[in-house]
């Protein structure tokens, strides 16, 4: 296959090393619809998944290594601009002083309510006005690792596609469905699509291991500080409680999110387990 | 009450305030045998658990604030140094723009296997070669949560007493039993008190959920990128696999205790959960 034709850029001031370095920022994320994501894997990642990078910004020596040769072509081929670079302006996009050697920049997307297929014994993962990036990244992976058929992310979330937020997904950013809504239209589809609404609330009555999570489920978390709201709570089918016998704080958003997921998931039988 | 005698600081060449700026840095907290706690939130829930600290610097301002100077000669009585400065000084220190108003240097502690009290239905987490400190932490503020007896670094792990760790766990660090050890004296210890040890493995055969956790139990995690020696694996008495689906990568070591702990606990019944 034909080398393909890399632009090489040398200097910071170079307009889509500007854009590139800008995307640490919601406002030039907004504006652009782009999106980072570091390391050669996480762009195998993705193209595994059907995303292809706008660019990629690449060490110079790393365009030799096979591998990365052969990455680089097969992003060229679906249109991806290829810019190759040095360490120094690698480290200025990525803010690090080790900086990876590949750095990606996607589209974002998300979907919409309406076009997700929700099968038997779905399970979602809804998560109400979540703040910190790291626990959303965290929590999609791990969505990803139980097989959950989506995340909704209810009102205002902070960016799942920030850079720390891409980072903590490890990648199941390409592989889990991705859908922000506000609560009222949230709740009218989990409810015309007869989806079982729990939430994990400290106000919670059943212990969160006693829910009957075999049918269609969807586990709604609150916010790091403040929970869910009340009216939100009211409108769940049922409210349950993490035990806990600790002396200083509660379990950790993210915390709490994997065990009500293995939960549901083991209610659901491990259906498609890679046991 | 008098007013405690505090000290003020104006300037970052202050031998004190030289070393507490030093201690993000692994080799003065092992020179000093301090680390550093961020907020008057862990303040009062160290006190709580029976620390003092040894020195605190505190924005001059927020020593009008009633609740803290309460805070502040509860602490002065106990021993601790009260060492009055600027935001741009707490800044340095911290090394974040908005510092807490209020940061401690504590002692280290940590404790001997042999001291720990071993009672029916004991839960421990052993972590062998931990790497993340922000992993760390979170599994101490999970352990906490979960009525755990005692956190067992096996091995060269990351230092619990980093910033990132003491932060991620949100006061736990003060009410959890810290061991760290070697691989082989944790292992002789948990075999004379009959603790049942289970790992949690890609070469394991059970479902996490399918192990007897009813006796006294350990379970054993492994390093973020190796997982666990074959060695080790080999001392277990189980191995137990998380099921995963998941397309991308699997889970975060964090995420992976909290839903093993969990399991171990519900194995326990839940015994003195604040439900």
Redesign the interface.
Known sequence: MAHAPYEHITSTSNPTIKMMKGLDRKKVRNETGLFLAEGARLVV?AL??GWTPKYILVGQDTTERSEIKELLDKCALKGARILTTSPRILSAVSRKDNAQTVIAAFEQRSQELNTIDVEDKARFIALYEVRDP?NLG?IM??A????VDGVILVNQCCDPFSVESVR?????L??TTLVSTDFETFNAWRLSNEINMIAASVNGTL?H?EANYASKSVILMGNEQSGIPEQAENACDVLV????????????L???T??MT?EV??GAG?D????
Chains 1, 2 share one sequence.
């Open positions: 990642d595994k998944f790291g965290t992976r791990t990803d690792a139980a097989g903590a997904t490890m990648g199941a390409f592989s212990r291991d409680k993490i035990p806990m016998a600790g002396a200083a704080d509660s379990l950790n993210a915390q709490a994997a065990i293995y998931w083991k491990y498609g387990a890679n046991l």
